[in-house]
């Protein structure tokens, strides 16, 4: 049996994080051997994926142990034996077939002794991971692995040892290759083996792949994905086991990688006392087989070394057999030899692959080498020269042994295209100038081709004119071909209008449209001849009419252009028109002093005709600011600015009546009372006169600006709140600031010692005006007495709002205590605050209607004291 080991990926950190989610699962298996006095040998074999796995093998791993009621007993941590990992080969039944995937599996086993003693129900031991190898087939991603057994009562109580499976199915099989694979077990007690196809069990997940201790039982199968099932795990023909034999037997007929799970049920008198459960992976993939094949032509000529191709698959040894009768033994082992024959004739030479083995494979072919006497040869000719060229050939091959039978012509071009023709004389037409590669391929009646090649250069004339039309404007000129062929000859027609008919590159002239022709001709290689024309189209002139000359004392004025020709219009006051100043016909000139101004006319043709208007501006140029806002009272100075230093101005201003200085001059002061208009005339040296106008706001005292205080006596230590008019766009300022609790504001509280004129200060920012207003505060000394002082004689504490407590009164009364009492002399309240008010109740209980007595004592805010009795009575 042919076995190829395959190299695992074993360089892998082995400290990576364990708790990384693994895809890399294919397969494992949990057994138990009862060593006697209750100790038993637990065993987990778990097989990893080496190429599509990411983490390493579980350091340690958790095999948790429960009982029947699925209640965790004991959690064991089995650390890895790195010494226990090993590569699984692959292993195909027939030795002559070749795998064309790579696969690796990678094992391990870990394994721990534990004292288990009887336990009605016996013990249940499991171990889970997740997940499984991402690229399995029949199942989803993401899926995990649980690996069970259970050790039943009868199994602790006669010391039973599990069955084991004896041989690891094959690590890859063939696609359409029936599987015959010896899946059986065998028990150390002799009892009888039932085996049967099981589902696999998930376990874990992607969220908690290695759950330390594993979840309690009961364990759900993986699910599968259609159209697999327990009773089809691989497609094709259903894998199936013998209950009996354990052999397993089917026919895959996909491609991929297949979770299988056998289960191995253990009887003993008839009894099942155990159950030992194994999932694998099945790789399905391509087989091949050696094959012998390789390559000589058929009939070669004119050469007796012949050299041999090998095209031979799944072979790494060969031997040749080039069976000449000159040369005998004549062999080779090389993978693509060259061998000389010693004479012309029919030879058969042999490949043998994998020779000396089983596997080994024939595959032979036949040669006929034939003597040189085929020459092939050829001329050509030029048939037709203008602005294309037909070639002509001939084909001027011999032999003299046997007869030409076919003629293969290619014609390959500068730009990479290629021509053919199968007949002897062929002819080809070609449009560029250009050098040819021409080739002529022969074949002889015996078999026998040669092949000839020639540059041939194509003297094709391709001047193209850089237009069929053109257009020359009236007077001016232009060149007819510009990119003109220098070896060729030129003659233009009619020659009016022309610096010279021979040249290449006249210069054109006309007056009036015409058409001009021209003959192209070629004498160096062939009598090439070539007629063009190219009609040029002189437009009638532009006819641009302009304004005339002109002096004004308008500030703007304006100009025209007119052409009936023209289609786009451009002004500028430099001839370059570098800065235009406007594209219209007609456009509003604003001239200060002499300026020349260049209009350009254009017309559908491109063609262009300018000229020029000369304008002399004395209007008046100046600015005055044209708006003003001021505050009522506030004079205001304004000032017109020359604008054009070369005038000399003299300055009206009206209404006079406002006029408080300056009246001629460029500066006057104003004082107007009223939102007013005011005009201002401009007169220049040349007569030319502007006015302008101002319009002058005057922002009057904020009509709604009112100060007041919330009262205009205080006694002496209270405080009153001082109120303006609220507006956002107000600054406040109140003076004095010593007794305000801010001078900032519209509201600020005042606390004076004494009668006092407070001013308020208020600046309106949106005109910057301001405005003041003023409030006088009375201060008075309080008197510690009645009135100031008031205690009511009866009150109705009845809810209704209204006289519902017995409270003193008073804005002198800084400190207090009041005690009630009943007819009887007891006391039913008291109180030490003003604040503090009697509802009549006495612990909650609303006292009867009577008339109850009181004393009070007051300490006023100027120092002195007062007291008093009295009574009070309370209604209901």
Not at 390 to 399: E, F, G, I, K, P
Not at 816 to 823: G, H, P, T
Request: glycine share 6%.
């Amino acid at each position: 049996m042919l076995t190829r080991l395959k190299t695992c990926l074993l360089c892998l950190v082995l400290g990576m994080p364990g708790w990384l989610s693994a895809t890399h699962i294919v397969g494992g298996e949990l057994n138990y051997r009862c060593l006697g006095n209750d100790m038993y040998e637990i065993t987990l074999t778990v097989y990893r994926d080496c190429y599509n796995g990411i983490p390493w093998f579980d350091d340690p791993a958790s095999i948790g142990i429960f009982d029947s009621d699925n209640h965790l007993v004991m959690n064991r941590l089995i650390p890895l034996d790195f010494m226990l990992n090993d590569t699984l080969d692959d292993v195909l039944n027939d030795e002559c077939l070749v795998i064309y995937d790579e696969v690796c599996y990678h094992t391990t086993t870990y394994t721990d002794t534990v004292i288990l003693p009887f336990k009605p129900g016996g013990y249940q031991l499991a171990y889970q991971r997740c997940c499984r190898n991402y690229t399995i087939n029949n199942v989803p991603d993401s899926v995990g692995a649980t690996y069970y057994t259970r050790i039943s009562e009868r199994a602790l109580l006669e010391c039973n040892t599990n069955a084991r499976f004896k041989d690891w199915p094959p690590v890859y099989i063939c696609v359409n290759q029936p599987i015959h694979f010896d899946h059986s077990a065998f028990d150390p007690d002799g009892d009888s083996i039932v085996y049967k196809m099981c589902t696999p069990l998930d376990g874990a997940s992607a969220f908690e792949p290695i759950p330390q201790p594993p979840n309690p039982p009961p364990y759900s199968n993986v699910p599968w994905e259609p159209p697999y099932s327990e009773a089809n795990m691989l497609g094709g023909v259903p894998l199936t086991i013998d209950p009996h034999t354990g052999l397993l037997t089917g026919v895959p007929n996909t491609i991929g990688q297949f979770v299988v799970g056998v289960c191995a049920e253990e009887y003993r008198d008839g009894e099942l006392i155990s159950v030992t459960r194994r999932d694998f992976q099945y790789n399905v993939g391509l087989c091949a087989i050696t094959t012998s094949a390789f390559f000589i032509p058929d009939i070669q000529c004119g050469d007796l070394t012949v050299s041999f191709k090998n095209e031979s698959e799944h072979a790494n040894d060969f031997l040749w057999f080039f069976n000449d009768p000159a040369n005998p033994g004549a062999t080779s082992d090389e993978i693509n030899p060259m061998y000389t024959y010693a004479t012309e004739g029919v030879y058969t030479a042999t490949l043998i692959v994998e020779p000396n083995t089983i596997c080994a494979d024939t595959s032979s072919r036949t040669i006929t080498l034939l003597p040189d006497s085929l020459t092939p040869d050829f001329e050509f000719e030029y048939a037709e020269c203008a602005d294309s060229l037909v070639l002509a050939v001939t084909d001027l091959s011999t032999d003299s042994l046997s007869t030409i039978v076919a003629w293969e012509w290619t014609l390959e071009q500068s730009d990479g295209t290629t021509l053919t023709a199968g007949i002897p004389n062929p002819e080809f037409a070609l449009f560029h100038n250009q050098i040819v590669t021409l080739s002529l391929t022969v074949t002889a009646e015996n078999g026998c081709s040669e092949t000839v090649s020639q540059f041939v250069p194509i003297p094709v004339i391709e001047d193209e004119l850089v237009s069929d039309s053109l257009v020359i404007c009236p007077g001016d000129t232009a060149f007819l071909n510009p990119d003109f062929l220098a070896d060729v000859e030129y003659l233009w027609s009619p020659g009016e209008g022309l610096s010279d008919p021979t040249d290449p590159n006249p210069m054109a002239f006309p007056t009036q449209s015409m058409t001009y022709s021209v003959t192209i001709s070629d004498q160096s290689v062939t009598d090439c001849v070539v007629e063009k024309s190219v009609f040029v189209e002189v437009p009638p002139p532009v006819g641009l009419v302009v304004s005339p000359d002109t002096v004004t004392c308008e500030q703007a004025i304006e100009l025209a252009a007119f052409s009936a020709e023209a289609v786009d219009f451009l002004w500028a006051t430099d001839p370059s028109f570098s800065a235009p100043v406007s594209d219209e016909a007609v456009f509003t000139a604003m001239p200060t002093g002499e300026v020349l101004y260049f209009v350009r006319a254009t017309d559908a043709f491109g063609c262009e005709e300018t000229d020029t208007v000369r304008v002399i501006g004395w209007g008046v140029d100046f600015s005055v600011e044209n708006e003003l806002v001021l505050c009522v009272g506030d004079t205001v100075r304004l000032t017109a600015q020359n604008l054009d230093p070369a005038d000399v101005l003299s300055f009206e201003w009206m209404p006079e009546s406002l006029i408080l200085s300056g009246q001629a001059t460029e500066s006057v002061l104003v004082l107007p009372m009223t939102d007013t208009v005011l005009s201002v005339v401009a007169t220049n040296q040349h007569g030319c006169r502007d006015s302008q106008l101002v319009d002058l706001v005057v922002s009057q005292i904020p009509p709604n600006l009112m100060v007041s205080p919330v009262a205009d006596t205080i006694f002496l230590g209270t405080s009153i709140q001082l109120l303006s008019t609220q507006n956002p766009d107000f600054i406040y300022l109140w003076n004095p600031d010593n007794s305000l609790s801010m001078n900032g504001i519209y509201d600020p509280v005042a606390t004076p010692g004494e009668t006092t004129i407070y001013t308020l200060t208020v600046v309106d920012t949106t005109t910057m005006c301001t405005t003041t207003r003023t409030v006088t505060i009375v201060v008075e000394v309080p008197v510690c007495a009645p009135p100031l002082i008031f205690v009511p004689t009866g009150f109705t504490p009845n809810g209704d709002g209204k006289n519902d407590f017995f409270e003193v009164f008073g804005n002198v009364v800084e400190e207090m205590r009041l005690v009630v009492y009943d007819r009887w002399g007891e006391q039913v309240f008291e109180a030490n605050a003003q604040n503090e008010r009697w509802d009549g109740t006495l612990n909650g209980r609303p006292l009867p209607p009577d008339v109850y007595g009181y004393y009070l004592e007051v300490g006023c805010i100027n120092g002195e004291r007062y007291s008093e009795k009295g009574n009070v009575t309370l209604i209901r």
